[in-house]
């Protein structure tokens, strides 16, 4: 019997899923006339139930779900539903991607499209078409050239205890992208996926903006109340064995101080701290007069 916990955290996920036992590229079509070059294969997009290179689960059902979402069936059936090459990231220091940023896939940088996405057993498959842009015919060529292109979730989400599994429970696909190296291992193709809280217009407003301004504008001892609720606090305890991941991933809390902030390789994830250890933080903060 599935037991479920509340809500472990939120998360933007950006993390993706690799090929079986066939790494190699089959059932490739390669159009090249009339000035339109582009290539078409199959390939896997993301397996479920099993964990994955970032120490998380995903639910098939779940996902499929979300993709029956009327804007991405639309997308599906104009054949623009679209991915980029690797997800998108600020381009300098201190830039902040804008939540319609990491909710879209702006036309020039357009790399493929997906079609025909289908459950297969615990795997998502789907056909995909190189787009007409440079870097969707860079793309292709790298492929014909002998790369084996991974795909990556790109999804709003919370994280979710499912039998003693950190699950990721999706609230919306946005699609996926390509990237060099996916978290699953079953993400590749086969015949040739920041940060989100409650709040929408929060999903960029983590480490680099409320956070870090606070921590950046008071210097205090803030690595002691990190370590504390790293260990006494159970949920964000849980969340760190569970990814592996030492006290040092622990950079700080939301503006409300109702979760914790954990930042490993991939993601940055909002642990939901307890009421308990939300006043020990509150009283840390006050005796700073913050």
């Known amino acids: 019997m599935t037991s479920i916990n509340e809500n472990m955290g939120y998360v933007y996920i950006s993390e993706s899923a690799l090929a079986d036992s066939h790494k190699s590229v089959t059932n490739i079509d390669t159009c090249n006339k009339n000035g339109v070059f582009y290539i078409r294969f199959d390939t896997n997009l993301q397996s479920f139930g099993d964990i994955n290179r970032n120490k998380r689960c995903y639910i098939g059902s779940n996902i499929w779900e979300c993709i029956q979402a009327p804007k991405i069936q639309a997308l599906l059936h104009d054949n623009a539903w679209f991915g980029e090459f690797d997800h998108p990231t600020p381009e300098y220091k201190g830039q902040q991607l804008s939540p319609e940023r990491i909710q879209t896939v ?50 709003l989400a919370s994280l979710k205890l499912i039998n003693n599994k950190p699950t990721v429970v999706a609230r919306r696909v946005i699609t996926y992208d390509s990237v060099w190296y996916p978290s699953h291992e079953r993400a590749h193709a086969i015949s040739a996926p920041n940060v989100f809280v409650k709040k929408m217009n929060a999903i960029t407003e983590s480490v680099q903006n409320g956070v870090r301004g ?30 592996d991941l030492g006290p040092e991933s622990l950079v700080g809390f939301d503006q409300g101080r109702n979760h914790a902030i954990i930042k490993d390789e991939y993601n940055t994830i909002y642990a939901r701290i307890s009421p308990e250890t939300k006043k020990n933080v509150d009283d840390f903060f006050s005796s700073f007069n913050i």
Do not use: H
Request: hydrophobic share 45%; with cysteine.
């Open 106 to 155: 702006p036309p020039q940088y357009r790399c493929f499209k997906i079609m025909n996405p289908r459950l297969n057993g615990d795997l998502l498959q789907a056909r995909v078409q190189s787009a007409q842009t440079d870097i969707g015919i860079g793309w292709a060529k790298e492929i014909l050239a002998g790369w084996l292109p991974a795909f990556s979730l790109r999804a």
């Open 214 to 243: 606070a921590i950046d504008s008071v210097v205090i001892p803030l690595k002691e109340i990190l370590e504390s609720v790293g260990s006494k606090d159970v949920n964000t305890a849980m969340i760190l064995e569970s990814f």
